[in-house]
């Protein structure tokens, strides 16, 4: 069965400062992969997927993702953080189900 | 474009209880519909899935049901609440297997 890490649970950066949260996935090929955001009491939104082609993916509000099969991962990148984007940051994949699985989530806090 | 509705938003229900939580689709035909449930630091559970009127997959037993008796509708159910039940409850859709899914804004309940 395909899995889905997240390793960092909460993760706390300055405002303006660079931001990385990892995923992981396990499946054997090469999955769809997604990433969500969500705000306290909140849907999720989606902020970019990938699905083949280029490995580097731009979604909205300034996020971009990429895909490394060597290490089967799918980080999220963002230059510079505001403090609109502390959130709760879930990544995504799907491959070949219906459903799509989904790690546990990071936690994002922005210090002023 | 699509929009998916999903009420309430909150809900105070005693212990043995009935619970119906509703949500509906708009501007697509056919799609695959989802419940969730979120609990903190756990992540998404995927509780019932629908790829079509009356065809209901449960992934998790529970004290939980599910129906959908038209296309753009899905209903989550309970006879009889417990206080585990307390949890958020989000209604998402795809188009696809394994495409993007996109949420409701969430059933915040809680079992007293």
């Known amino acids: 069965a395909q899995s889905v890490t997240q390793p960092d649970i909460h993760i706390t950066v300055s405002e303006g400062a660079s931001l990385e949260l990892r995923c992981n996935y396990s499946?054997?090929?090469?999955?769809?992969l997604f990433w969500y955001v969500q705000s306290p009491g909140q849907g999720l939104q989606l902020l970019l997927k990938?699905?083949?082609?280029?490995?580097l993916v731009q979604g909205i509000k300034g996020f971009e993702a990429e895909f490394k099969r060597s290490q089967s991962s799918f980080n999220l990148r963002k230059p510079s953080v505001h403090w609109s984007d502390a959130a709760e940051y879930f990544c995504?994949?799907?491959?070949?189900?219906?459903?799509?699985?989904f790690g546990k989530g990071t936690k994002l806090s922005v210090i002023p | 474009s699509q929009t998916i509705h999903q009420w309430p938003a909150t809900l105070v229900q005693p212990v043995g209880s009935p619970l119906s939580l509703e949500c509906t689709v708009e501007?697509?035909?056919?799609?695959?519909l989802y419940w969730y449930r979120q609990a903190a630091g756990r992540g998404l559970q995927l509780l019932f899935y629908?790829?079509?009127?009356?065809?209901i997959s449960s992934e998790v037993p529970q004290n939980l049901s599910a129906s959908r008796p038209q296309d753009r509708q899905f209903i989550l159910s309970s006879k009889k609440l417990l206080l585990s039940d307390s949890g958020f409850y989000l209604c998402?859709?795809?188009?696809?297997?394994?495409?993007?899914?996109?949420f409701g804004q969430g059933t915040r309940l809680t079992v007293v």
């Open positions: 995504a994949s799907g491959a070949g189900s219906y459903q799509l699985t």
């Open positions: 499946y054997g090929a090469t999955p769809y």
């Open positions: 990938y699905f083949s082609g280029d490995t």
């Open positions: 501007g697509t035909s056919n799609p695959n």
């Open positions: 629908s790829v079509g009127i009356g065809q």
């Open positions: 998402a859709w795809n188009g696809g297997v394994s495409t993007e899914a996109f």
